[in-house]
């Protein structure tokens, strides 16, 4: 069975940092694009950041474009979203979710790990 | 970038109902539109790819159709698990969501 788990949702204070996970299991890791996907409370959803297979290929929305990293490790089945310079404004559910097809459809989603930027 | 429009923004229908969400795109998009359903405290579900293709284990009441910048999300005889929220997808846009709730 297909699964992503995300943890590392925390409380933080403008400007902090914060690193989340996403534990993939019961498919082929190495051979999708991952994603993250965003909703702040009450919202719509908001792409985040995707990784190509191999990790060589990154691409981010321009809310967190030269903040947020995206990464991952293939050897142990996660992926990273590094966080820094938090504004209030990064508050939200983060998703992780495998890409299936070209166009950053996303088949299979996590739980969600909630991150509150707050003084 | 893409924008994705979608209407109406909310929508209330009793259940048996057939319902039409409409997602319109700034800009040509071929055949390439995801449709998600999302219930309160839960994580989105894909739901139609592809405009029109349905995604395994998808009850065969929710439809999608439309190509270039007018798609469509129908959903028929409405069941009380389908009063959630529907976003299109494409690519890194999402539309900005459609409410439907039991009238």
């Known amino acids: 069975e297909v699964q992503v788990v995300e943890s590392g949702g925390d409380l933080v204070q403008p400007g902090g940092s914060l690193r989340l996970s996403c534990a993939a299991s019961?498919?082929?890791?190495?051979?999708?694009?991952m994603s993250w996907v965003r909703q702040a409370p009450g919202k719509g959803l908001e792409w985040v950041a995707n990784?190509?297979?191999?990790?060589?290929?990154?691409n981010y929305g321009d809310s967190v474009k030269g903040r947020f990293t995206i990464s991952r490790d293939n050897a142990k089945n996660f992926m990273y979203l590094q966080m820094d310079s938090l504004r209030v404004e990064d508050t939200a559910v983060y998703y992780c979710?495998?890409?299936?097809?070209?166009?950053?459809?996303?088949?299979?989603w996590g739980q969600g790990t909630l991150v509150t930027v707050s003084s | 970038a893409i924008q994705l429009t979608q209407s109406p923004s909310s929508l209330s229908a009793s259940v048996g109902d057939t319902v039409t969400i409409t997602c319109r795109a700034s800009?040509?998009?071929?055949?390439?539109l995801a449709w998600y359903q999302q219930k309160p405290g839960k994580a989105p579900k894909l739901l139609i790819y592809?405009?029109?293709r349905l995604q395994s284990g998808v009850p065969s009441r929710f439809s999608g159709s439309g190509f270039g910048t007018d798609f469509t999300l129908t959903i028929s005889s409405l069941q009380p698990e389908d009063f959630a929220s529907y976003y299109c997808?494409?690519?890194?846009?999402f539309g900005q969501g459609t409410k439907l709730e039991i009238k």
């Open positions: 979710g495998r890409v299936v097809g070209g166009y950053d459809v996303i088949a299979y």
């Open positions: 997808q494409y690519s890194r846009s």
């Open positions: 592809d405009a029109s």
């Open positions: 990784i190509g297979e191999a990790g060589n290929a990154q």
């Open positions: 019961g498919f082929t890791f190495s051979n999708y694009w």
């Open positions: 800009q040509g998009l071929g055949n390439v």
